[in-house]
């Protein structure tokens, strides 16, 4: 039977697994583009300021004529991330993804605080 505790300790676990995947894949993307992750990072700087509500698909697709298409789309995931933990968006919910491939699966909305 599971406790309080294990089930924390799971979530933990997760959480843990999830950060270390956004790391490689921002780490892969750097490695094969330089400083990747800065241009992505000012990239949704740009797109917040003008897009107050958005998926991250939203923020991948207009970013594709601006820097390169990182190896792993989870690499956004860490600028996304960084993002939040500089209060520059915030999550307000979910809503399904346009992607066939993700067949309308709900992925976070963000809400832009600058």
């Known amino acids: 039977m599971r406790t309080?505790?294990?089930?924390l300790e799971e979530i933990d676990y997760a959480e843990f697994l999830r950060?270390?995947?956004m790391k490689?894949?921002?780490d892969?993307?750097?490695q094969v583009h330089e400083n990747w992750s800065d241009k992505a990072y000012a990239f949704l700087l740009n797109f917040a300021k003008t897009n107050k509500r958005f998926l991250v698909e939203e923020v991948r697709e207009?970013?594709?004529?601006?820097?390169?298409f990182p190896p792993s789309e989870r690499?956004?995931?860490?600028?996304i991330i960084k993002a939040k933990n500089n209060n520059i968006v915030k999550a307000i919910g979910f809503k399904q993804v346009s992607n066939p491939k993700a067949?309308?699966?709900?992925a976070t909305y963000w809400e832009a605080l600058i």
């Open 4 to 7: 309080q505790l294990n089930l």
């Open 19 to 21: 950060d270390k995947g």
């Open 62 to 68: 207009k970013s594709l004529n601006y820097i390169p």
């Open 103 to 106: 067949h309308k699966t709900p």
């Open 28 to 30: 892969h993307a750097d």
């Open 75 to 79: 690499a956004w995931g860490s600028i």
């Open 24 to 26: 490689q894949a921002t």
